[in-house]
């Protein structure tokens, strides 16, 4: 575990890379500004505090961005920007069509009216579903991401906390790269 802090100003902080060079879980803790806070490999832990935030859990050049990994994501005040995939990949994908997808998402604690969430190609992509999850408070009820892979199977690659009656065509809510 790494524990990595910012400052009162504008940070870019990426997650920590061991010293074996195997990426960990890192806790991100990026306090006020505006930030860019990348947690890497591993299950990690982002906290964007007060300022407009870019928060992305995985490691975007590798092959398979967010496999495996749980990332708690939590923006803080202001306007900010929750990333679930960029203009290359969807992120926490596992590849199985045989899974649902629980052991490997973005798990976002904090959404307001005034954040985004950043998707992998087009609307028709996805699809919302009412979920409940066991979190480090007990059991949580929101909404889960789900991309629809080719087989027309459903994986989650997604949480939203507390939040329900989002809407996938909505430019206040979802970003398409």
Do not use: C
């Amino acid at each position: 575990m790494v524990d990595i802090n910012g400052t009162l100003g504008n940070d870019n902080l990426p997650g920590n890379p061991n010293p074996n060079g195997l990426n960990t879980d890192d806790t991100i803790n990026a306090f006020a500004g505006n930030d860019r806070l990348i947690g890497g490999l591993g299950d990690d832990t982002l906290l964007g505090g007060s300022g407009n935030d870019g928060l992305v859990g995985v490691n975007s050049s590798v092959a398979n961005p967010g496999q495996g990994e749980i990332d708690f994501l939590t923006g803080g005040a202001d306007a900010d920007r929750f990333f679930l995939g960029n203009v290359n990949n969807v992120y926490y994908d596992d590849g199985n069509s045989s899974t649902s997808g629980t052991g490997d998402f973005g798990w976002i604690t904090d959404f307001t009216i005034e954040d985004r969430i950043y998707l992998h190609g087009e609307a028709s992509d996805y699809t919302l579903g009412s979920w409940s999850m066991i979190g480090p408070d007990g059991l949580v009820s929101g909404t889960g991401i789900l991309l629809i892979d080719s087989n027309g199977s459903n994986e989650l690659i997604g949480f939203v906390e507390g939040i329900f009656g989002l809407d996938l065509n909505s430019s206040n809510q979802f970003v398409y790269v």
